[in-house]
């Protein structure tokens, strides 16, 4: 059978306070998170290093939004851990209470975005709307505020705006906000690069070089 394997976990924490300053209005009342896996099929295999067969894995972006919002995507994708489809790499059963267990944990202790990325880990975000399908006031509202705030990108009917939150606040900001518009699940709207076979958790790596930057102040 067929399972999806975890290798680790990440998240990163943008604060509510400093996505406030961007704007002038307070369009945040807590703080935002992203939420990252590192997984790969059981049964699917890549030759590297002169021909050894490695088990293919890649980088994820499961959740965004507020704490709660993450946890409810937790609990969801938890519920194949009852199956034997979902586990932990190096587990021949992972519990679902497992499962949650560390994904909180990895988010109570969330990093900084710059932590992460100068970590290894890099994360685009795209929104994109079909026009002719963003029917009603609310949407059409909603992708015109997104709009004077970032040109889109136009391919027809289609518009999308490609936003890079490790690397600009405003992008973060605006994902935050608009990601509503992309009816996408989160993991199909994202373009996720990092250490795949590195070895270790990314987030011990991005805690310690956190440390040294503050040391460095």
């Given at each position: 059978m067929s399972s999806r394997l975890i290798d680790d976990f990440a998240a990163v924490r943008f604060r509510a306070a400093d996505l406030n300053a961007l704007f002038e209005t307070d369009p945040f009342y807590a703080d935002q998170f992203m939420?990252?896996?590192l997984g790969g099929d059981n049964n699917l295999f890549e030759c590297r290093n002169g021909g050894r067969q490695t088990r293919v894995r890649s980088w994820s972006l499961l959740g965004v939004g507020m704490e709660w919002e993450i946890m409810q995507k937790i609990v969801t994708f938890?519920?194949?851990?009852?199956?034997?489809?979902?586990?932990?790499?190096g587990d021949r059963q992972t519990l679902a209470e497992s499962y949650i267990r560390k994904a909180r944990n990895?988010?109570?202790?969330?990093v900084e975005p710059a932590a992460l990325y100068n970590a290894g880990l890099s994360c685009g975000f795209e929104i994109k709307v079909d026009a002719n399908e963003a029917r009603g006031r609310y949407m059409e509202d909603r992708m015109e505020e997104l709009r004077n705030y970032m040109p889109a990108h136009e391919h027809g009917d289609v518009l999308s705006w490609?936003?890079?939150?490790?690397?600009?606040?405003?992008?973060a900001a605006l994902m935050f906000i608009y990601r509503g518009?992309?009816?996408?699940e989160t993991y199909n709207k994202a373009r996720v690069s990092g250490?795949?076979?590195?070895?270790?958790?990314?987030?011990k790596c991005a805690r310690r070089r956190g440390q040294m930057a503050m040391a460095d102040l």
């Open positions: 939420f990252f896996e938890a519920s194949a851990c009852e199956g034997g489809c979902l586990r932990f790499a990895t988010l109570s202790e969330a490609n936003l890079l939150p490790f690397n600009d606040p405003k992008h518009l992309d009816t996408r250490q795949e076979y590195a070895g270790g958790a990314i987030m």
